[in-house]
């Protein structure tokens, strides 16, 4: 379980703690205060050294691909934009202290575990990388060998150097890189990668991933999780018999029995319940141990919400992952009271503070806090 989390210099995060994290852990708090923030910390310390997530940041918020004419995606990863030094991460899993860097790439320094693009497009080095994978991407501004860092036109990406220990207190530690070239995104991986914890994240605007949903029914009916899963559905909406994966054409589908002549493809069923699906399915993914939900009450009706905590509770339960989530509802935090009363030490509330000084701050509310605010009647969002 992962109990305490440090950020440091990540996106408009100069420095927040966060302590006694619990098995449903809620963020709460005004708009652009780090809340999703939060939520990216915990996918990318959940896959250490993997250059995937730090792609898929740019793309849960609609940041453009990376090109070699545009860094946003990983620009922005950077408090501030200051290249100077890049987002440190601090946490404890299991018991062990562990930390993950993003390093800068600089530019005098050339090697298979940091390399990149200098941010005025000055010439890199040429000193030729073997990587041991590649992510490709194009740009129609440059033309350059995919073993090649030398550059053409002038560029302002920069690089990655992910740095990772696996045990702080020992100070072992393991790099990887991300090296753009004009031809592509190449990663080089460590010798030996730590372990992944896993995050399966569904970003805001997320309502459906039919080929993850399929992907993970497939792999819960041969574990035979299929009637867990089914369970926890079928309370989402109880004309739910059944659900399976299927294939129509190449493309993966899931079908829904809700006692008709024929299944249904589940997204006739509507966006609120698909996302409350795909929330509960995300649970038993193999290769997750974090589920992190951004505004777990979009598209979601209040009169909905008690039946998805009550089977968010269950499963944290029945399945020992942790869920991580923001929201803005009220309603969804009073809903949360019902769903805990019976198992009260799962649930951790934080609220997110930005300071007039820029700093940001979190204040843990526990499930005893978070009823006696609601009697009271205080707005702790």
């Not at 941010?119 to 350059?144: C, F, H, Q, V």
């Not at 372990?195 to 970003?203: A, D, L, V």
């Not at 659900?243 to 002549?261: F, K, N, Q, R």
């Not at 993914?285 to 009169?303: K, L, W, Y």
């Amino acid at each position: 379980m992962l109990t305490s989390l440090t950020i440091e210099r990540f996106r408009g995060i100069p420095s927040l703690v966060l302590a006694d994290l619990g098995a449903v852990n809620i963020f709460v708090g005004e708009n652009a205060c780090g809340k999703t923030t939060v939520l990216e910390s915990i996918t990318l310390i959940a896959n250490p050294l993997s250059p995937y997530p730090v792609l898929k940041l740019g793309h849960w918020r609609d940041l453009p691909a990376l090109t070699l004419s545009n860094d946003e995606c990983i620009s922005t990863l950077f408090h501030n934009k200051d290249f100077r030094q890049g987002p440190q991460f601090s946490f404890v899993v299991e018991g062990v202290e562990q930390k993950l860097a993003l390093d800068p790439w600089e530019p005098w320094t050339v090697s298979p575990t940091s390399f990149g693009v200098s941010r005025d497009g000055s010439a890199a080095g040429t000193k030729s990388l073997e990587p041991s994978a590649g992510t490709p991407i194009s740009d129609d501004r440059s033309s350059t060998s995919s073993s090649s860092s030398q550059v053409f036109g002038t560029p302002s990406l920069i690089g990655l150097k992910m740095v990772f220990n696996a045990n702080a207190t020992q100070e072992r530690a393991t790099a990887s890189g991300l090296m753009v070239t004009g031809m592509g995104l190449q990663f080089a991986a460590p010798p030996q990668p730590p372990q992944s914890q896993g995050c399966f994240y569904i970003s805001s605007r997320c309502f459906s991933s039919i080929r993850e949903m399929a992907n993970i029914l497939t792999s819960a009916s041969r574990t035979n999780q299929i009637e867990g899963l089914l369970k926890c559905i079928s309370s989402l909406d109880n004309r739910i018999r059944g659900v399976e994966s299927g294939v129509h054409g190449t493309e993966p589908i899931v079908l829904a029995d809700i006692g008709l002549p024929a299944k249904l493809e589940i997204s006739l069923l509507g966006d609120g319940f698909c996302r409350a699906a795909l929330m509960a399915i995300g649970f038993f993914s193999p290769t997750a141990r974090f589920v992190a939900v951004d505004e777990i009450d979009s598209g979601i009706h209040v009169s909905t919400m008690p039946r998805v905590w009550a089977a968010m509770a269950e499963l944290a339960t029945q399945t020992g992952k942790q869920l991580f989530c923001t929201t803005h509802s009220d309603e969804m935090l009073s809903h949360t009271l019902e769903a805990f009363a019976e198992t009260p030490d799962l649930l951790r509330v934080f609220r997110i503070n930005r300071l007039k000084n820029g700093q940001v701050k979190a204040t843990k509310y526990t499930y005893d806090q978070l009823r006696r605010a609601d009697f009271a009647s205080i707005d702790i969002r």
